[in-house]
């Protein structure tokens, strides 16, 4: 160790991790103020919802938010869906919930495709486009409805669900939204 020279230590220290990053926080870092932090990504005000079409089922996943959602357990994911034997079709929904005239409603609604092989296996194979889902999570933070792409049966268990879980969520949000979800049960 060099007594004399401590500045040559600092600066390797300094060189070795520079820039703020990106970071995900709950709650506001800053406390309002702008400062270090600012420009950060709050997930406070988003759900992900997991769309199960085969078994008429929707259910609420925050291990989603960070690819850890029960149905992403043990799944090897590509980006090839040719590449997914027997597949099942999952929807992973990202609402958002914000104020509107002081009344809570779902602001931003979108749905990214998700196959995961049925099978016992322990690894199974899976399809997910990572930047679908990264890009409609902020879609969905900026308000904007992106349905459009669902099957009508799975949009008629998504509707039900966003209704069932809040109704005056669902009476408040927007009317794209429930033309978006306006399907009949087959």
């Known amino acids: 160790m060099d007594l004399f020279d401590k500045d040559k230590d600092e600066n390797k220290e300094n060189k070795k991790r520079k820039g703020g990053g990106f970071n995900i926080l709950s709650g506001d870092a800053t406390g309002g103020d702008g400062g270090y932090g600012a420009g950060t990504l709050s997930l406070d005000n988003m759900t992900p919802i997991i769309v199960d079409p085969a078994e008429d089922n929707a259910f609420i996943d925050m291990g989603a938010l960070h690819a850890r959602s029960a149905v992403e357990k043990r799944v090897k994911f590509s980006n090839d869906k040719e590449e997914v034997p027997s597949p099942k079709l999952y929807w992973m929904v990202w609402v958002t919930v914000d104020h509107r005239d002081g009344n809570p409603h ?3 609604v979108a749905a990214c495709e998700m196959l995961v092989e049925e099978s016992d296996n322990r690894i ?6 990572l930047p679908e889902h990264v890009n409609n999570m902020d879609k969905s933070l900026k308000g904007r409805i992106i349905l459009e792409h669902m099957d009508d049966h799975s949009k008629y268990i998504l509707g039900a669900f966003l209704k069932g879980f809040n ?3 669902w009476k408040h949000s927007s009317e794209e939204l429930h033309q978006a979800l306006d399907v009949k049960e087959e």
């Open 106 to 108: 779902y602001s931003g």
């Open 124 to 129: 199974r194979k899976g399809y997910k486009s």
């Open 167 to 169: 109704e005056d969520f």
